[in-house]
């Protein structure tokens, strides 16, 4: 038996997927609060059971042993997001209680952390705590949990991963509005009735490491499934490349003569924005994950591809 938390969600809906591309033919227990939208994302895959959060972390001793492996995808994803108490208890008590339960019955677990535990990237982007100072309160509460584990040596003597997720894009993530990828966003640029892409003010200075949705899903299951030393890793693409890039790679694909206009930086953003993301591969590398990344220019170009063929993705 496998969990996924989150398994409605953009990552653990292409997770679910990859497991079943992958011949895995036992029951998935998925974790997650449905709606009418979110429900058509795992319902063309043979699920064996449904449950709420709540309602799973109440029976999550007992469930976790009976498991092969957990991942643990749900979370309050909105960096801005205004209720700092709930994304608190959801991001941070919610999975230290989560995981306390695969320590105990020894279930290997893979969670998702993130790179907004990095902050400004000042110090580099490797996974020590040098490099590790948060800009806002969702950073804060991954880094939290890596450091809940850190401290008491449960990443030595237990089977979980860590994974530090950058900039996730592909297919599937539509439903995340603002939250989506700018590879998202800028192609519905295209389309409306001023085919402007809209990018903020100094987007040449602004990078992000783009990894596709596509690693993300076969990092996890490697971890899951193959011979990778526990720890917490970074997942990228390993390159970094400008938001005005990305944006002149939509344009190009789309349409040369659409126009890129500068709009102004939000304020909500100031002093809670990260410049630049640059994963750091070196310890997932040494823990045994061997598979190349797909190059972000190559990757936004396939999606964009997709995007293009469905329309309902980009609405």
């Known amino acids: 038996m496998i969990i996924v938390t989150g398994g409605c969600g953009f990552i653990g809906s292409r997770l679910i997927e990859g497991l079943f591309e992958s011949g895995f033919n036992d029951k998935i227990i998925v974790v997650d609060s449905l709606s009418d939208q979110n429900v058509k994302k795992i319902s063309k895959f043979p699920v064996y059971d449904l449950m709420s959060p709540s309602s799973f972390l109440s029976h999550s001793k007992s469930i976790v042993a009976d498991a092969e492996c957990v991942f643990h995808q749900g979370a309050i994803t909105d960096t801005s997001y205004k209720n700092v108490e709930e994304l608190m208890r959801m991001n941070y008590y919610y999975t230290r209680g989560l995981l306390s339960s695969c320590i105990v019955n020894k279930t290997r677990t893979i969670y998702a952390s993130s790179a907004a535990v990095y902050g400004d ?170 598979d190349k990344m797909i190059d972000p220019e190559s990757g936004i170009k396939k999606y964009l591809l997709h995007l293009s063929k469905d329309p309902c993705e980009s609405t």
């Open 121 to 290: 990237g000042k110090n580099g982007f490797k996974e020590e705590f040098n490099s590790e100072g948060p800009l806002n309160v969702y950073g804060f509460s991954k880094l939290l949990i890596d450091n809940w584990l850190r401290y008491n040596s449960f990443l030595k003597n237990s089977d979980i991963f860590g994974l530090r997720y950058f900039n996730v894009y592909g297919q599937g993530e539509s439903h995340k509005k603002n939250m989506s990828s700018p590879i998202l966003k800028f192609f519905k640029d295209t389309k409306e009735t001023e085919s402007t892409i809209n990018v903020f003010e100094g987007s040449e200075k602004f990078y992000r490491d783009f990894v596709a949705i596509e690693d993300i899903v076969k990092v996890n299951i490697s971890c899951a499934f193959e011979d990778i030393t526990p720890g917490i890793y970074n997942v990228g693409s390993g390159k970094k490349i400008s938001f005005l890039k990305v944006a002149e790679i939509v344009r190009d694909f789309c349409d040369k003569d659409i126009k890129i206009k500068d709009i102004r930086f939000p304020d909500t953003l100031k002093g809670r924005y990260q410049d630049n993301t640059h994963a750091n591969l070196v310890n997932l590398r040494k823990a045994g994950y061997k």
